[in-house]
């Protein structure tokens, strides 16, 4: 019986045939060793068929190693925030400050006045006060991260008092209560699932208790037989009894969009006016790069600063650079609808999106799809119950099916992101730039044809 793997070449004698060679004039030479290796690896487990294409093997794992991990991808699936697909996208302000920022030297931590020493900490604090109307702030990593730091920095060793309903899990095994334990705080938890009063926080506190805590349940609503105590009560009894109150309002809503059909989110200017700390994501309706934001009180942010989780978990550059631009547009209400993609995404008016989707649909093979009503999603655990209206492209997948259709476009360059539904593949302009309409739909006509 004749091995099949006894009869592989060497590293060595791949390396001398005339495509390999062709591939080390324009590739460095460790990767194309790396690939020669990967190609040998598959031929000895048996996965390669044979009579086995080294130069089609080597050339293709060139390729795959040689592409970026993280590529960009179009996000055709109505979900404007989309943790998986990398929350916001930017707006083209904070690229160019990102861009400004990390071609060169900075004054990250420099006060330029003095030739002393700065902290990256103060590069946001004016326009956080600005916008959010808190004394102070400043940004870490993200917002799990400004929790732990928060309870840490105020009730290490002491109580947090916290309704029951409030102990959720955010995703990604972030749990409040946990959250808080590694903290070195202590739960003292008050109330019931349903119902909390305030004299059930009342009669928790003590000379025990370092903070009071409120979570905002951004991820699900309650409905029913339910109810809390208004944060501006807990707030008067905060301050009552001297304890700081923390309001972990989760999405960074700057600009109320009531007038566009969404309700129910905590806006960050008016958390500020009733807590002492409001701690809030960067990348969610905020709009901006990852990261935490902290703002309140002098006296309760100070002295964050100057805790060793505030080191552990500080921003880079390019984020405060991004999110300070972010931060800078909601000066003018009108400028961050437009200019703040999510925003602008979530605003954008039916018949917009609408022609939007004729225009999509306009571009595949005729007879292929047709125009829906749909509805997208806010996402990101934000606005949990809103559906907002729009028109969405369903497209008929053919024979292979509407899995097979969803895999092609995924696998695609760039890959593009869809819903399935019913049967068929889901096509939502809202979150395509219109620039986008265009490559989606040439996409999709390839991806059909190939059938
Ligand atoms: C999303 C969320 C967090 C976590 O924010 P990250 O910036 O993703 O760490 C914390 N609290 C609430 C209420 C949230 O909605």
């Given at each position: 019986m004749?091995?099949?793997?006894r009869?592989?070449?060497s590293?060595?004698?791949?390396?001398k045939?005339?495509?390999?060679v062709r591939?080390l004039?324009?590739?460095?030479?460790?990767?194309v060793?790396?690939?020669?290796?990967?190609?040998?690896?598959?031929?000895?487990s048996?996965?390669?068929?044979?009579?086995?294409?080294?130069?089609?093997?080597?050339s293709?794992?060139?390729?795959?190693?040689?592409?970026?991990?993280?590529?960009?991808?179009?996000?055709?699936?109505?979900?404007?925030?989309?943790?998986n697909?990398g929350r916001?996208?930017l707006?083209?302000?904070?690229?160019?400050a990102?861009?400004?920022i990390?071609r060169?030297?900075?004054?990250?931590?420099?006060?330029?006045a003095?030739?002393?020493?700065g902290?990256?900490?103060?590069?946001?604090?004016?326009?956080?006060a600005?916008?959010t109307?808190?004394?102070?702030?400043?940004a870490v990593?993200?917002?799990?991260?400004a929790?732990v730091?928060?309870?840490?920095?105020?009730?290490?060793?002491?109580?947090?008092?916290?309704?029951?309903?409030?102990?959720?899990?955010?995703?990604?095994?972030?749990?409040?209560?946990?959250?808080?334990?590694?903290?070195?705080?202590?739960?003292?938890?008050?109330g019931?699932?349903?119902?909390?009063?305030l004299?059930?926080?009342?009669?928790?506190l003590?000379?025990?208790?370092?903070a009071?805590?409120v979570?905002h349940?951004?991820?699900?609503?309650m409905?029913?037989?339910?109810?809390?105590p208004?944060?501006?009560?807990?707030?008067r009894?905060?301050?009552?009894?001297g304890?700081?109150?923390?309001?972990?309002?989760?999405?960074?809503l700057?600009?109320?969009?009531a007038?566009?059909?969404?309700?129910?989110?905590?806006?960050?200017?008016?958390?500020?006016?009733?807590?002492?700390l409001?701690?809030?994501?960067?990348?969610?309706?905020?709009?901006?790069?990852?990261a935490g934001?902290?703002?309140?009180?002098?006296?309760?942010?100070?002295?964050?600063?100057?805790?060793?989780?505030?080191?552990?978990?500080?921003?880079d550059?390019?984020?405060?650079?991004?999110?300070?631009?972010?931060?800078a547009l909601?000066?003018?209400?009108?400028?961050a609808?437009?200019?703040i993609?999510?925003?602008?995404?979530?605003?954008?008016d039916?018949?917009?999106?609408?022609?939007?989707a004729?225009r999509?649909?306009?571009?595949?093979?005729?007879?292929?799809?047709?125009l829906?009503?749909?509805?997208?999603?806010?996402g990101?655990?934000s606005?949990?119950d809103?559906?907002l209206?729009?028109?969405?492209?369903?497209?008929?997948?053919?024979?292979?099916?509407?899995a097979?259709?969803?895999?092609?476009?995924?696998?695609?360059t760039?890959a593009?992101?869809?819903r399935v539904?019913?049967?068929?593949?889901?096509?939502?302009?809202?979150?395509?730039?219109?620039?986008?309409i265009?490559?989606?739909?040439?996409?999709?006509?390839?991806?059909?044809r190939?059938?």
């Amino acid at each position: 019986m004749t091995d099949p793997r006894r009869r592989l070449p060497s590293v060595d004698a791949l390396l001398k045939t005339p495509a390999v060679v062709r591939l080390l004039e324009t590739q460095p030479r460790n990767l194309v060793v790396a690939a020669v290796r990967d190609a040998l690896a598959a031929a000895r487990s048996g996965q390669a068929s044979e009579p086995f294409d080294w130069d089609g093997e080597i050339s293709e794992r060139v390729a795959s190693r040689a592409a970026s991990s993280l590529s960009p991808v179009l996000n055709a699936t109505g979900v404007v925030l989309h943790t998986n697909l990398g929350r916001a996208p930017l707006a083209a302000a904070a690229l160019d400050a990102v861009v400004a920022i990390g071609r060169g030297y900075s004054n990250l931590e420099l006060d330029v006045a003095t030739g002393a020493r700065g902290s990256r900490l103060d590069h946001c604090a004016a326009v956080l006060a600005e916008i959010t109307g808190a004394e102070t702030g400043f940004a870490v990593n993200n917002a799990a991260g400004a929790l732990v730091l928060a309870l840490n920095g105020l009730a290490a060793g002491r109580e947090v008092v916290i309704s029951r309903g409030e102990l959720i899990e955010i995703g990604g095994s972030f749990r409040i209560p946990d959250i808080l334990v590694k903290s070195g705080a202590e739960l003292r938890e008050v109330g019931t699932t349903n119902r909390t009063h305030l004299a059930d926080y009342e009669r928790a506190l003590s000379d025990r208790t370092g903070a009071i805590l409120v979570v905002h349940r951004s991820n699900f609503s309650m409905a029913g037989f339910v109810s809390s105590p208004p944060v501006a009560e807990l707030g008067r009894l905060a301050a009552a009894r001297g304890v700081p109150l923390i309001h972990d309002v989760g999405s960074g809503l700057l600009v109320d969009l009531a007038d566009f059909g969404l309700q129910g989110e905590p806006l960050v200017p008016a958390a500020t006016a009733t807590a002492d700390l409001v701690i809030f994501s960067g990348d969610k309706l905020l709009g901006g790069p990852q990261a935490g934001c902290i703002v309140g009180r002098r006296r309760w942010v100070a002295p964050l600063t100057r805790n060793p989780f505030a080191r552990a978990l500080r921003t880079d550059k390019l984020t405060l650079a991004a999110l300070e631009a972010t931060l800078a547009l909601y000066r003018d209400r009108a400028t961050a609808l437009r200019d703040i993609p999510v925003l602008r995404m979530l605003t954008t008016d039916e018949a917009t999106l609408r022609q939007r989707a004729e225009r999509l649909a306009a571009g595949l093979p005729s007879g292929a799809a047709d125009l829906q009503p749909g509805s997208s999603a806010v996402g990101g655990g934000s606005f949990p119950d809103a559906a907002l209206p729009t028109t969405v492209v369903a497209v008929d997948p053919g024979p292979r099916g509407a899995a097979a259709l969803a895999l092609t476009l995924r696998l695609g360059t760039p890959a593009i992101l869809t819903r399935v539904e019913s049967g068929r593949v889901i096509l939502d302009p809202r979150t395509l730039d219109p620039a986008e309409i265009d490559l989606v739909a040439g996409a999709v006509t390839a991806a059909l044809r190939a059938e």
